[in-house]
């Protein structure tokens, strides 16, 4: 049975049997789950009921290319050139 170490920060390496076994990479996100008092853990995905209603645009107009180009090239401006804008949050 793989073991690790517990850091005095509080951080452990997953050993690479298990790391291989879940198919996890740098950069994965894992979940640490707590069942009948044993940690489960496990690889983090994105749950498809959590972007329910994301997208919703409901009584909303749709934007045009152009409309949108133009809050991109907006955005992309430093703070300075947005002038009061970017300050105040509009």
């Known amino acids: 049975m793989p073991t690790s170490t517990l850091t ?12 291989e ?9 894992v979940e640490f789950l707590v ?5 489960v853990l496990r690889r983090a995905t994105a749950d498809i009921t959590e972007l329910d209603g994301l997208l919703d645009r409901s009584g ?7 409309e949108m180009n133009e809050a991109i090239q907006r955005g ?4 300075e050139a ?4 970017a300050r105040s949050g509009a």
């Open 60 to 66: 909303r107009a749709p934007v045009s290319l152009d």
């Open 76 to 79: 992309a401006q430093p703070d």
């Open 8 to 19: 005095s920060r509080g951080q452990t390496t997953i050993p690479k049997p298990i790391r």
């Open 35 to 39: 069942e009948e008092g044993q940690v």
């Open 21 to 29: 076994a879940l198919g996890l990479q740098p950069g994965d996100r």
């Open 82 to 85: 947005r002038g009061n804008e």
